[in-house]
């Protein structure tokens, strides 16, 4: 059973609700300044924006503080570059993904595309754990999610366990 409650992920998700800034896989602040700017943004941003997604959807209800959770996670990840009706635009297409391909495939997908970064599969389990969270509570099948998404993240039962408690 992962312990997903700890004092430390209630900060990160607190500081997820309150919002503004991560960084790329270089440090650099994620900022889209030009057309070509946002794309490489939204190439980055978009396998942790679904993956948040999904973990909002996971207990099969998205609940107020969930759906708040994700839009500040949302906000925090591409540093307040994308507009409102650019998240809802995406939320929609995730929704229509899960629809026609299921919750398993699409972690499967992200899984595949952070493959080659072991620290984004990291910071995408921390920040689905803090969705989870988001609502002061762990369902049995938001932890069950996030054992199967550290299954397809190629993140063993242990490491997700040390990486809950460096949040």
């Given at each position: 059973m992962l312990n997903i409650?700890?004092?430390?992920?209630?900060?990160?998700?607190?500081?997820?609700?309150?919002?503004?800034?991560?960084?790329?896989?270089?440090?650099?602040?994620?900022?889209?300044?030009?057309e070509a700017?946002?794309?490489?943004?939204?190439?980055?941003?978009?396998?942790?924006?679904?993956?948040?997604?999904l973990t909002m959807l996971s207990d099969g209800a998205a609940d107020e503080d969930e759906l708040l959770a994700l839009h500040g996670g949302l906000h925090i990840l591409s540093n307040g570059s994308l507009?409102?009706?650019m998240i809802e635009a995406m939320l929609r297409r995730f929704a229509l993904n899960v629809q026609q391909q299921g919750?398993?495939?699409?972690l499967q997908v992200?899984?595949?595309?952070?493959?080659?970064?072991?620290?984004?599969r990291e910071i995408a389990f921390k920040l689905a754990a803090t969705v989870a969270l988001a609502n002061n509570k762990i369902e049995d099948a938001e932890e069950r999610f996030l054992v199967?998404?550290?299954?397809?993240?190629?993140?063993?039962?242990k490491r997700s366990q040390v990486l809950l408690g460096e949040i």
């Amino acid at each position: 059973m992962l312990n997903i409650a700890t004092e430390k992920m209630h900060r990160l998700r607190d500081a997820l609700m309150q919002v503004n800034q991560l960084a790329d896989s270089n440090g650099r602040a994620i900022a889209a300044e030009t057309e070509a700017d946002m794309t490489a943004m939204l190439q980055r941003f978009e396998p942790f924006a679904e993956t948040l997604f999904l973990t909002m959807l996971s207990d099969g209800a998205a609940d107020e503080d969930e759906l708040l959770a994700l839009h500040g996670g949302l906000h925090i990840l591409s540093n307040g570059s994308l507009h409102q009706q650019m998240i809802e635009a995406m939320l929609r297409r995730f929704a229509l993904n899960v629809q026609q391909q299921g919750v398993e495939y699409r972690l499967q997908v992200i899984g595949a595309h952070l493959c080659r970064d072991q620290a984004d599969r990291e910071i995408a389990f921390k920040l689905a754990a803090t969705v989870a969270l988001a609502n002061n509570k762990i369902e049995d099948a938001e932890e069950r999610f996030l054992v199967t998404m550290a299954e397809y993240f190629g993140i063993s039962a242990k490491r997700s366990q040390v990486l809950l408690g460096e949040i």
